[in-house]
């Protein structure tokens, strides 16, 4: 059974970093994209990076986020210069295939860390 689970969540002052990972489990993910999503209340969940066929990321996140594939089987996004607007539940998501930024091309998703940035 596939599963990810997201780890590094917490309250940070804005400005300041903080570093997510995710493992995943139940198979290997070397054929697999993997991502990075999130979803502040009241909003819509959406993309903010990506790795699988390179890397690549949200408006929002370039020059500060930077995602990185620590193993096959584990993902990790370190966030600096953490602004309010970045408070979210941040989740791992996994793909056969490569590239993409759509919710509904990930198959595999994690339960979700809270990051909470305060001003």
């Known amino acids: 059974q596939v599963q990810l689970v997201e780890s590094g969540g917490g309250l940070v002052q804005a400005g300041g970093s903080l570093r997510l990972s995710c493992a995943a489990s139940?198979?290997?993910?070397?054929?697999?994209?993997m991502g990075w999503f999130r979803q502040a209340p009241g909003k819509e969940r959406e993309f903010v990076a990506g790795v699988g066929g390179g890397t690549y990321y949200a408006d929002s996140a370039k020059g500060r986020f930077t995602i990185s594939r620590d193993t096959v089987n584990s993902l990790s996004l370190q966030m600096n210069l953490l602004k309010p607007e970045d408070t979210a539940v941040y989740y791992c998501?996994?793909?056969?295939?490569?590239?993409?930024?759509?919710?509904?091309?990930?198959?595999?998703w994690g339960p979700g860390t809270q990051v909470t940035v305060s001003s």
């Open positions: 998501a996994a793909r056969q295939g490569l590239r993409a930024t759509r919710l509904s091309e990930y198959q595999y």
């Open positions: 139940g198979r290997t993910f070397s054929s697999y994209a």
